[in-house]
């Protein structure tokens, strides 16, 4: 048994820095990342930022430590949080045989590399340079702290598109890639044996994502005979009202419905039972949402832009295209068996449990 831990400060994505409070962190993608660690025997504990704090206080099934963020006005905590407690904890705590830190460009994973790189991997996720202050931050941490300072700790990443671009940088990348890994088991046991004519769409209700045009295209496709179909919408945001007003123009109030925020436990089965997750997104990385909806046997209609559509055009999990419209949802429709079964057979690539025994194997072989 392995004595795990994993530094992960961002729990969930805040597009300012009014980091809303959450109920709970147990929906996240790092906390059942660290319950497939459990389930293969070891021990693992999650240090996370204080900012993302859950409201009230809960029962966790491993130890979780939130530390303390300081100088908000140069590191956000929504993007780029400094714990300065971090580096005593690692000096004080010598007993865990592997860490794992999220992200070459992070504070947390700088002071792992020069703390324990030995015992250290970063899992890292982005596939281009950080925004913040045109890019010039990121060029400079990549170019100079990472090629110098941070080049005994190995890489994993996440994506193809993030090995591709940080071996620019680093030598040490490992060529096994490691998704976000999702509860298989939960989530197959939710999986309908008959889909429902519906479409789903789990996102945040902002710019970016493009809900609009996944309304717009469904409309479309509504209006083309397919009237017996419904689409949800699962999330909130700035836009709501927005994508509200849209929907009541098109007179599709009773075609299109707001879910609002959901738990898992809710969520889920509408995933499960719809015919596809529909993603417009004009910028993301890895999006959690996908790789649910592929273990519940759901495919996905995507845009190229989420990291995860490498894999879904390759093993046929749904449809990738630029500019989806109508004709795609038909498509999907048409040829949902096959999309489907293709699902389930990789569901089991996307185990949370999976994740962690290809983690254990890169880690054991440093």
């Not at 025997?41 to 900012?51: C, E, H, P, S, Y």
């Not at 947390?108 to 596939?127: F, M, N, Q």
């Not at 990443?157 to 680093?170: E, G, L, V």
């Amino acid at each position: 048994m392995s004595r795990i831990l994993i530094i992960n400060p961002i729990l969930y994505t805040s597009e300012t820095n009014r980091i809303p409070r959450v109920q709970s962190i147990k929906d996240t993608m790092i906390y059942t990342l660290c319950l497939g660690f459990l389930k293969k025997g070891q021990q693992v504990t999650l240090i996370a930022a204080r900012d993302y704090r859950p409201e009230k206080e809960e029962a966790y099934d491993f130890p979780v430590v939130f530390m303390d963020t300081v100088m908000h006005r140069v590191f956000q905590p929504r993007c780029f949080p400094y714990m300065p407690g971090l580096r005593g904890f690692l000096r004080k705590h010598t007993e865990y045989d592997y860490i794992i830190s999220s992200e070459m460009f992070a504070t947390w994973s700088y002071t792992v590399a020069r703390v324990c790189p030995d015992k250290a991997v970063v899992w890292h996720e982005l596939a281009k340079h950080n925004n913040m202050l045109r890019q010039m931050p990121s060029k400079v941490w990549y170019n100079l702290v990472a090629r110098f300072l941070m080049r005994r700790v190995t890489v994993i990443p996440r994506s193809k598109a993030a090995a591709d671009f940080i071996r620019h940088f680093t030598c040490n990348v490992s060529d096994t890639v490691i998704d976000h890994g999702v509860e298989t088991e939960k989530i197959a046991a939710m999986q309908a044996p008959q889909r429902n004519s519906q479409f789903v769409a789990v996102s945040q209700l902002i710019g970016r994502k493009r809900i609009d045009r996944t309304i717009d295209s469904f409309a479309k496709f509504w209006n083309k005979g397919h009237r017996e179909y419904k689409l949800y919408i699962i999330g909130r945001g700035e836009l709501e009202a927005e994508l509200k007003a849209q929907v009541k123009r098109l007179r599709m109030e009773e075609s299109i419905i707001f879910c609002g925020q959901l738990t898992h436990d809710k969520l889920l089965p509408l995933v499960a039972q719809s015919q596809a997750l529909l993603v417009s997104t004009e910028k993301d990385n890895n999006m959690v949402s996908v790789a649910e909806s592929i273990a519940a046997g759901t495919p996905v209609v995507t845009t190229p832009v989420p990291y995860n559509a490498y894999y879904i055009e390759k093993e046929k999990l749904g449809i990738v295209k630029e500019n989806w419209g109508e004709e795609t949802l038909e498509e999907i429709c048409a040829d949902y068996a096959v999309y489907a079964q293709n699902c389930v057979r990789y569901r089991e690539k996307l185990s949370n449990v999976y994740c962690a025994g290809q983690f254990m194997k890169v880690m054991a072989s440093k």
